[in-house]
């Protein structure tokens, strides 16, 4: 749906004669998040001026569909075109050095963001903590998430999920202690993130414990969270458990 009004659009755009610098961005945008790069790359390189918006459109949209490599490689030319990245130019980039396992090339980034102190802003200190936690380098990751003064729940997500999702449950946990003692609160993407991880290691009490949390955040996602406990609890045998689960998913619907 969302790609055939995509195209409608870009039809419609060319012709009126308006050219493609209308709603590039956008379309580059559509066409990434419908796996249509192909379009995207051919409406980007139409374009008679491109901004930092542009070359962030298609580097986040070979970013979502897998293709790190190119990413870099689009991430490179722009440096060389003369336009100046943004936190989201970098976050993104630093997600591709993560996906490639390149930590030389995220210090080198990082080492950009510092001078153009890009280094403390909300979104790029997340990708920065994930970047290092798929690197597996912790010391740094916890490093950089210690140096946050304000640390946003994006910061948190990183962190906490990085542990979890390396099998340091222990140190997750911990981390999502501290997160709940905070004045921040976890977001529905924590909590089902931390679930599905629980869901993985077969460890039923770790998500009942998660999924007290979940009594604050909106009975839409209670709902879910249902339905994910239950299949943590037939995963691990506990039926009885599980239908209990079931039972209240279907009464919240």
């Not at 459109?57 to 060389?80: T, V």
């Not at 946003?152 to 340091?168: C, D, F, P, R, T």
């Not at 299949?231 to 279907?250: L, V």
Request: glycine content about 8%.
């Amino acid at each position: 749906m969302l790609l055939h009004q995509g195209v409608q659009v870009h039809g419609a755009v060319a012709k009126q004669g308006l050219g493609f610098d209308l709603l590039n961005n956008d379309l580059i945008d559509v066409y990434g998040k419908c796996v249509r790069m192909d379009a995207a790359c051919a409406v980007f390189d139409r374009m008679l001026e491109r901004n930092v918006v542009s070359w962030t459109a298609l580097i986040y949209g070979h970013i979502q569909n897998g293709n790190a490599e190119e990413s870099l490689f689009l991430f490179s030319q722009m440096g060389l075109s003369g336009v100046k990245s943004n936190e989201f130019t970098f976050s993104m980039n630093l997600k591709a050095c993560g996906m490639l396992n390149l930590s030389d090339i995220g210090i080198q980034i990082h080492d950009i963001c510092v001078k153009t102190r890009f280094d403390m802003m909300i979104v790029y200190c997340g990708s920065l903590i994930d970047h290092y936690v798929k690197c597996g380098k912790f010391c740094e990751a916890r490093r950089v998430f210690g140096e946050v003064e304000q640390k946003h729940v994006i910061s948190w997500s990183a962190i906490i999920l990085g542990y979890a999702q390396e099998g340091n449950l222990a140190e997750a946990m911990d981390l999502f202690r501290q997160l709940r003692e905070s004045d921040i609160q976890a977001d529905g993407f924590v909590l089902s993130s931390m679930i599905g991880v629980f869901a993985d290691f077969a460890l039923v009490e770790q998500g009942k414990q998660m999924h007290a949390c979940t009594i604050k955040v909106p009975s839409w996602f209670q709902t879910y969270q249902y339905a994910i406990q239950s299949w943590i609890c037939i995963i691990c045998g506990a039926m009885d458990e599980a239908e209990r689960f079931f039972a209240k998913c279907q009464r919240e619907m």
